[in-house]
């Protein structure tokens, strides 16, 4: 469900937008964060269960049993590095999306914007959120309309949505759309 009803302020120069989330209802987490706790969490697991294989050979000088710990030991601290390498990533890519959005927060101006459509990106749900983008436009200062794509955020189609938009004024094509949802 979509609530475009977003509630603003004009802080009295030129009629420009303060940013006051609609109340009461909190941000939605981009799926980046979620990823990235994912592959951090089964990383660690494997890294872990790794280890443990590990030290259990040492302790367990069995021959046939020996090299078969060894080698699956081995082969889930590598699976779990790996997992630990893409939630890096992950992680980094969120928290550039942060920095530029705290950025425009900043600097920029913030404007409510109208969800026009949400776009799913993929059949697998994570209780009752799936992957998506949201469509929106917004209406700037002079008048002119303009359509914005958000980052893929985690949708629930039970809750109702507002979104904002944070805009570069020296560059229109730097913006962030920030996803609201009840809380």
């Known amino acids: 469900m979509i609530n ?8 009295g120069n030129n ?19 979620l990823v990235a706790t994912v592959h ?4 660690g697991a494997l890294v872990g269960t790794g280890l443990l294989h590990l030290i259990l050979n040492l302790i367990f000088d069995h021959r046939a049993a020996a090299l078969a710990l060894q080698i699956a030991g081995g082969v889930m601290v590598l699976n779990g590095i790996i997992m630990l390498i893409i939630a890096a990533c992950f992680r980094a890519s969120a928290r550039k999306e942060q920095e530029k959005r705290n950025r ?8 409510p914007a ?8 993929g059949a697998v749900h994570i209780g009752h959120s799936v992957s998506a983008y949201a469509e929106c436009v917004y209406t ?6 303009y359509t914005v794509r958000s980052a ?3 949708y629930d189609d039970r809750n109702d949505h507002t979104a904002w938009v944070y805009i570069n004024p020296r ?3 730097d913006y962030v759309v920030e996803i609201f949802t009840k809380i």
Do not use: C, K, W
């Open 104 to 111: 425009l927060r900043a600097e920029g101006t913030s404007l």
């Open 114 to 121: 109208e969800i026009t459509r949400i776009e799913r990106r």
């Open 40 to 43: 951090a969490i089964v990383g």
């Open 152 to 154: 893929s955020f985690m």
């Open 171 to 173: 560059n229109p094509h």
């Open 140 to 145: 700037n200062h002079e008048g002119n309309v």
């Open 4 to 11: 475009n009803n977003a509630i603003y302020n004009t802080n």
């Open 15 to 33: 009629g420009q937008m303060d940013f006051r989330a609609p109340q009461p209802m909190t941000i939605v987490r981009s799926t980046r964060h």
